[in-house]
Each structure stands twice: as C-alpha cells, then as structure tokens.
C-alpha cells in the first residue's frame, strides 16, 4: 500500500507540473491583458500600463514567466493579480465561499441519491422505480441555468410573497393530498388492494398534515416543539435499529430509544445555553452525545453491542439535528422581519451589514445557500440515483447474493452487508471526482447567484487574461483530484478485499 501511494505521488506530481505549464501558457496567449488601459483617456495612462506590465512580468518571455511562478510557487508564495492584490486572500476567501456553498449539496446529493437508488432497485419495476427513473432523467436532462432562474422565480420571490399570509390554496392542497397518497402507494409492495389502502391511508395524512399546517400559519413561524421532535425521534430510532441490527434482540431498539430520550432530556435541560451558542458549544455537544449514546450502546447491546452502539449514536445525532433545527425555525419569525419579509435569497452569500444571534446568522445563510444549494442537489441527485441502482441491480444477481440468501441469512444483512458494500464500488469513483469537483466551485451556479466563489476567481482570470489567479485555482483543484482519486483506489482496497494495491 505504501509503495502504491508513493508511486501514486511520483506519478502525480510530474503530471501536475506539465499540466501547470501547459494551462499558464494558455492562459497568457488567451488575450490582451493591457487591453482595458489601452482604451484608457486618464493622463497617467502610461504610467498604469508600465506598473501592469512590471506585476505581470509581460517584458519577459512566457516560458521565464512560467519558471519564476514556479519558483515563487515552491517558496509559498502566489504572487500578485494584475491590479497588485495577494492571490493569497483571493484565494480564501473564494475556497471558503465554495466550500460553504458546494459542499453540503454534494454530501446531500451522494447521501440521497444513493439511498433512492437503492430503495429503487430493490422495488424494481414498481411504481416508484418507474417514478425515479423518470424524475431522474427529467432532472439530469434539464439545464442548470434555467433551474437555477425558476428556483430564483418560484422558490425565492413568489414563496417570499406568499409568507405575507401563508395558507394554501384549495387547489395546491388537492395537489400535495394527491402527492403524497402517490408516495405511499409506490412505497408499498403488494397487490394492488394494498396499494390502494396505502394510497388512501397517504392520502388522508397528507391532506390532515398540510390543512393543519395552513389553518395554524405554521409557516409564518415555523417550529417542532418537543412532542414532535419525541416521536420523529422515536421513528428514527426504530429504523435505524431496523436497518442496522433487526429488531430481534431488543437491547439495540432500548439503546437508540434511550438515546432519543436523553437527546430530549438534554435540549430541557441545556436551554439556556441553546439560547446563544457558539459553533465550539455546538460542536462539543456533538461530542458529548456521542460519548453519551456509546454509553448507552455497550450498556444495552448485549450480544449485539456494537450494532446497539452504531444504533445509539445515529440516534443520538439524528435527535440532535432536529433539536438543532427546531432552535433555527423558531428564530425565523424574528429573522423574516429583520429582512423585510424576504427570508430566501436569491444573491449573494449573506445579507449586507445583517447582525443577530447565533440562529438567526445561520438563519441567514440558509436562506442564502438554499437556492443553490437545491439546484446543485438536482442535478447531482439524479446521477447518484441511476448509478447507485445499477450497481445494486447488478450485485443483487451475483452469485454470493444468492448464496447468503440460502443460508438463510435476513434479508437486511444481505442488502446491507453484502450487496450495498459491493454495490458502493462503482459509486467511489464518481464520488472522488464530485469532491475532486467541490474545490473547483460551481462556475454557472455562482454566476446566476453572485457567489464569488472559486468558480468566479477562475473565469475572472481568464477574461482579465491573469495566469496567477488561474493558477491559483488550478494548483488547489489540481491536488484535490489527485489526492480524492487515491482516496478513492484506496477505498476499493477496503470495500473489495480481493483488490491489492502494490
């Protein structure tokens, strides 16, 4: 494995220098970098074309120019833009707006589509296989710019307008009674008696849920409130020990059901630093539940303690996220008429000059990043849905599928422990190239939202035809594909023991 990475490195290094050059060179000869000044009618005019032409080195041959980045390179330093900023400064500020603004869409992407996929591909051929395949084309087919104007028209300035007095429509309340009775029918595996009594059984829920959530202006300002958070809790408690221990021995099902109790307890007893934390609190309570629910875990799980353990603590973070979330919703009243009644964006990375608490700052970043957020997560969510349900489909016809299933093995330890680590192999690629993809930034996303991130350094530098900032971004988004793509080889070492690396 060592000598792999090594090799792996050597290998990279040289193919990133090559590559840096031939992008350097291309960038110079893409155009005039003076062009702008010499349209200029100041007096100093020729003063600021000798000091553009003194920072960009332009007196000096391309291939010199080349050799003294690199050797600024290799002592740390990124040089100057041609206007005389640090690349520097440049350069982390639009990293840190990326990763605020890709990252998460990508984690979501991956963690949902590879979810649906599978459900997909285990109800093959059912109505919700046949409703994913077609969401998903539609989605991957669809153009980004044009989701990313009909979010900013729909989703941002009509929902806006309909917060001023935010009850539903007969009509839209029709439409999500239909909806959701639609999802529970697809759910459903069965005749199509059953599937019929689980479209109505939708159906009414849905209608009863959206009617009370528009009589009470639920909307207007938003909350869980700890019943809720109680039972979704609890519901998350009794899937997640479903799926990763069976609900046979019941120590697991105590454990994570202890972990929801106590989340709940906590968030009673804690409330006065939840009033205004810090990210450390945040984080250090993070900590502490998983302390706590491994706890819980080893004391609960008996024979089955680490899967008691696993149940415990996802649990356990589950809990803490809807508490997390329920502090942020009742904050969006107060947040909503800070900002006029405009709570989601559709520009920008933050509201100019805005100051609040704790919730109401991440508040604001929220309503910034949805927009963007959601149009990225459209179009990566259908691509991880088709890949990951070929790849079950495939794993689910092997032979040692089969063979699980003829030792009598339940049929959740053939999906999950079988099947879907096998089935993840394919998938590791695509998700090394889509983080490889983060750093690099979203270059028409961060056009039609003003994001200036590292996409808008990077075209920035090519129409100011500037090599340092485009170099800029290629070192940083360079390394990242080389380091994600060994990440990725080594992660089909771990998921396939049958594949060596030497």
Not at 216 to 241: C, E, K, Q, Y
Not at 488 to 493: E, F, G, K, Q, V
Request: proline share 4%; hydrophobic share 55%.
């Amino acid at each position: 494995m060592l000598v792999f990475i090594a090799r792996r490195l050597v290998i990279s290094f040289f193919v990133l220098l090559a590559a840096t050059f031939i992008i350097y060179v291309l960038t110079a000869l893409s155009g005039d970098p003076l062009e702008d000044l010499r349209q200029d009618n100041s007096p100093n005019k020729a003063l600021k074309i000798a000091g553009r032409i003194e920072r960009m080195e332009l007196d000096v041959p391309i291939p010199i120019r080349y050799i003294g980045w690199l050797g600024r390179l290799v002592q740390g330093e990124l040089g100057v833009n041609r206007d005389g900023q640090e690349i520097a400064p440049l350069l982390g500020n639009a990293l840190s707006a990326t990763l605020q603004l890709v990252l998460a869409a990508t984690v979501m992407a991956i963690i949902v589509g590879i979810v649906t996929g599978i459900v997909s591909a285990l109800r093959q051929y059912s109505g919700f296989d046949y409703t994913v395949t077609f969401a998903a084309f539609v989605c991957f087919s669809l153009p980004l710019f044009w989701i990313a104007v009909m979010l900013k028209q729909y989703m941002a300035i009509e929902f806006n307008n309909w917060l001023k007095d935010p009850s539903i429509p007969p009509t839209v309340l029709g439409g999500l009674t239909l909806l959701g009775g639609l999802i529970f029918g697809a759910l459903t595996v069965g005749d199509r008696k059953r599937r019929l009594l689980s479209f109505a059984v939708g159906a009414a829920i849905s209608g009863v849920l959206f009617t009370l959530l528009s009589v009470t202006r639920w909307f207007a300002d938003p909350g869980f409130g700890l019943p809720l958070v109680l039972a979704m809790s609890a519901a998350a408690a009794v899937g997640i020990t479903a799926l990763s221990a069976g609900l046979r021995q019941l120590g697991p099902l105590y454990a994570a059901l202890g972990a929801t109790l106590v989340g709940a307890l906590a968030s009673q007893v804690l409330a006065p630093v939840l009033v205004d934390p810090t990210w450390v609190e945040i984080i250090g309570l993070a900590l502490l539940t998983v302390a706590v629910c491994v706890g819980l875990g080893y004391a609960f799980g008996g024979i089955q303690r680490r899967q008691a353990i696993t149940a415990s603590v996802l649990t356990g973070l589950f809990t803490g996220t809807l508490i997390f979330v329920d502090h942020m919703l009742q904050a969006f009243d107060s947040y909503s008429h800070v900002v006029r009644g405009r709570p989601i964006s559709t520009i920008g990375a933050r509201t100019p000059n805005f100051a609040g608490d704790f919730w109401q700052l991440n508040l604001d970043s929220a309503g910034h990043l949805l927009l963007p957020s959601l149009a990225l997560i459209l179009i990566s969510l259908a691509t991880y849905t088709r890949y990951s349900r070929a790849s079950m489909l495939e794993v689910m016809n092997q032979d040692y599928v089969r063979t699980a299933r003829a030792k009598g093995l339940p049929e959740r330890t053939v999906v999950i422990k079988h099947a879907f680590r096998n089935g993840l192999i394919p998938i590791t690629t695509l998700m090394a190239f889509d983080f490889a993809g983060v750093i690099g930034g979203a270059v028409v996303t961060e056009n039609v939202f003003g994001w200036q991130g590292m996409g808008n350094l990077f075209i920035n530098g090519l129409r100011q035809v500037d090599p340092a900032p485009v170099m800029a971004f290629f070192i940083v988004t360079g390394t990242a594909i080389v380091v994600f793509n060994m990440i990725a080889d080594i992660l089909y070492a771990y998921l396939d023991p049958r594949i060596r690396l030497s």
